[in-house]
């Protein structure tokens, strides 16, 4: 646990009600800030997968295969989790992030090799130029072996967070299935050929900024996994890059974004 009365998290130095700039380490060079005037309100796909395991299959796969092909990411919908457990786990982060400061230090760690902490910006020991962004990341499989490490207040954190993992991982393996048959490959082939598949989760908490065109939340990247799930709240802001252009990815409610990540691309 972090004992110092320096701030240690951007949603601290925000709360103090002081912040009425980005303080210089937030700031991008003027080449890499954001240029909202360059972002479309383009759309990705958005795939139904009610019919995957039905009599519709080949049609969905189709989708996921040209969705991969054209875009690299799409939203899915109808995937089988429970509009309950995403709300719970929402409602968890919200309430571990307004959790008071020392609780939520016991949690703080800088060090990058850390599988459970909560940190900021994204490696604070090495970056020249900080992200707008605090974060929890959690390490998920095998369960057993890190839930322990998990922060227990809320005092259902665990629980909750663990039934959302475990539903996350049944839809990310369907999809990788999806995905090496969409590509005329055994459905198998992928998982066998990548092995035994880890899972991370990061909850990101991006604070109000006073000047959001000098800063990011998190920098144009991309992701080294097999695949990305991401659950977005109402508040837009995710980006992606489609022939050179900055698209727009709207929230739609209780689906997933999917990023296929640099393993499938490779």
Known sequence: MATTSKP??????????????????????????????????????VIDL???????????????????SDNGFFQVKNHGIPESIIANMMQMAREFFNLPLQERLKMYSDDPTKANRLSTSYNVRTEKISHWR????????????????????????????????RSVRVLALQLVEAISESLGLDKDYISAQLGSHAQVMALNYYPPCPQPDLTYGLPGHTDGYVLTLLLQDEVSGLQLLKDGQWVAVDPVPNAFVINIGDQIQV
């Open 134 to 165: 605090d974060y929890l990341g959690l390490h998920c499989y095998p369960l057993q072996d890190y839930i322990h490490q998990w922060p227990t207040n809320p005092e259902s954190f665990r629980d909750i967070a663990a039934e959302y993992c």
């Open 50 to 68: 009610q019919n995957l395991n039905g009599p519709n299959r080949s049609q969905v796969l189709d989708e996921i295969r040209r969705a991969c």
């Open 8 to 45: 240690l998290l951007l949603s601290d130095m925000v709360a103090s009600g002081e912040m009425n700039q980005v303080p210089s380490k937030y700031i991008h060079p003027i080449t890499e800030r954001p240029n909202y005037q360059n972002v479309v309100p383009d759309s990705i796909p």
